[in-house]
């Protein structure tokens, strides 16, 4: 086992390499420029596209502006906001944060360029169905020459969709908040016992939910984050409020740390970057390509409008909700040389804030992100499946998926964080190059948009 978890550690560094941050930043700010902020003008007209006011049932795709946001929020605000940002204080220290901002604004250009692609290229599978992502971008938009780059990033998303991280958090939020401190799981033995019977158990339950396909799954979504958002964001916010005075000099550290490297893995600048960059990368997802399979099922014929919606995703999961997590944690001193990681790190936080109730709370946040994450990646790896094999075998995505499960929960933090770290970074490369490639044709579509809107107001 320890020989997997070396393995994965040193191939996600090897992904993570230089490369990869200017491919994601540069690429982020090539976006940001190239639009000459025409995107960010309108930004506010992505709330009235996500009221519905412009909602046509005729139009093309599976699910609403609205629950399309849901179900990639699904797969974004979740254990990466919690779990994930615990992880990058835990690695890069309180610097770390500053870099997660940075390439999530760069990010909401980001997502406005791939998402509006997703929809502009989107293209019936092999039984006909419309569908939209990365790889019929690729296709449908550089044509049959590029398919490699397509099917590179299908095969990536096979498994950087495998939901390890998430089941790892949900079952370990379990034990190490609620049954180990009552005394429950005394010995290995009977924890290991609670680690699968627990895999058991969400594999049971995500199969009945996947087998509906991406409108259960986006139904269930929709249903499950606007109400852990709140719970989890008037829990930060009362903690937030009652260390007020302790705020500003938080950000300053934040910023302080960001360029001096003093991270708490005692790493210098550069690490401290890369840290922020894929921790960002793990929270919004922005580049990485999972969020463009939500948003290319939206069901509208204006791909712009779907670009608009897509750009309030860094925005919440990353500015506001990452940015809460960040500030909880770094109120206490239990990030400083500490052994704790993951979400028992935010977890004891919490304790110190809310003793009681609070570590309670969490949980119940942690166990329905985590789970509303997991529906919404099982998506996005049928959808990959569907490309490489044909839509009529997408299903056996599951026979992979759910097996997934039982393994996610038994397997240590760190092969589960590295796994993913290392799929994300591969399945960069095609999404972003192909996007660049393509921004003109984003531009073009944009200003023909925005026109028509000031024409007809």
């Not at 939500?294 to 860094?314: C, I, Q, W």
Request: with cysteine.
């Amino acid at each position: 086992m320890q020989a997997i978890d070396d393995f994965l550690a040193a191939f996600a560094t090897f992904a993570w390499g230089p490369w990869l941050l200017v491919l994601l930043l540069g690429g982020g700010s090539f976006f940001f420029l190239y639009s000459r902020f025409l995107p960010f003008r309108y930004f506010f007209h992505a709330f009235d596209i996500l009221r519905g006011k412009y909602d046509n049932p005729t139009d093309q795709g599976d699910i609403s502006h609205f629950r399309a946001l849901s179900s990639a929020l699904a797969g974004t605000i979740g254990l990466g906001n919690i779990g994930g940002v615990a992880v990058a204080i835990h690695v890069g220290g309180p610097g770390a944060i500053f870099w997660m901002w940075l390439a999530a604004f760069l990010g909401i250009a980001t997502k406005f360029f791939t998402c509006t692609l997703a929809v502009l290229y989107r293209g019936p599978d092999s039984q006909g169905h419309i569908q939209g992502g990365p790889m019929y971008t690729i296709v449908n938009g550089l044509g049959r020459k590029w398919r490699p780059l397509a099917v590179m990033f299908s095969i990536c998303t096979l498994f950087g969709a495998l939901p390890v991280f998430q089941i790892n958090q949900i079952v370990q939020s379990l034990r190490e908040v609620i049954l180990i401190p009552n005394g429950w799981l005394a010995d290995p033995a009977s924890q290991f016992r609670f680690n699968l019977t627990c895999g058991i158990i969400l594999a049971a339950v995500v199969w009945m939910v996947v087998v509906g396909g991406i409108q259960r799954i986006a139904i269930v979504a929709s249903r499950l984050v606007p109400s852990m958002v709140v719970i989890y964001g008037g829990m930060a916010l009362w903690i937030l409020l009652t260390n007020f005075t302790e705020i500003p000099g938080l950000f300053a550290l934040i910023v302080r740390d960001a360029f001096t490297g003093d991270s708490v893995m005692g790493g210098a600048v550069g690490s401290v970057i890369m840290t922020g960059i894929r921790r960002s990368a793990f929270s919004n997802e922005a580049g990485i390509g999972t969020e463009a399979l939500a948003h290319g099922a939206a069901r509208t014929n204006e791909p712009v409008r779907e670009g608009l919606v897509a750009m309030l995703g860094p925005v919440i999961d990353t500015l506001i909700v990452c940015t809460a997590t960040a500030l909880i944690i770094l109120s206490t001193d239990l990030w400083r040389g500490s052994e704790i990681n993951g979400t028992a790190l935010t977890a004891q936080a919490i304790q110190q804030h809310l003793p009681g109730v609070g570590p309670y709370l969490l949980v119940v946040c942690v166990f329905f992100f985590g789970t509303s994450t997991v529906l919404t990646y099982n998506y996005y790896g049928t959808k990959a499946l569907g490309f490489l094999v044909g839509a009529e075998y997408q299903r056996f995505y599951n026979f992979l998926y759910v097996p997934s499960i039982l393994a996610a929960a038994v397997v240590s933090i760190d092969a589960a964080v590295n796994l993913i770290d290392s799929m994300y970074a591969l399945m960069a490369i095609p999404t972003t190059t192909s996007a660049l490639i393509l921004a003109p044709k984003v531009m073009a579509a944009a200003r023909n948009y925005f026109r028509r809107i000031e024409t007809s107001t």
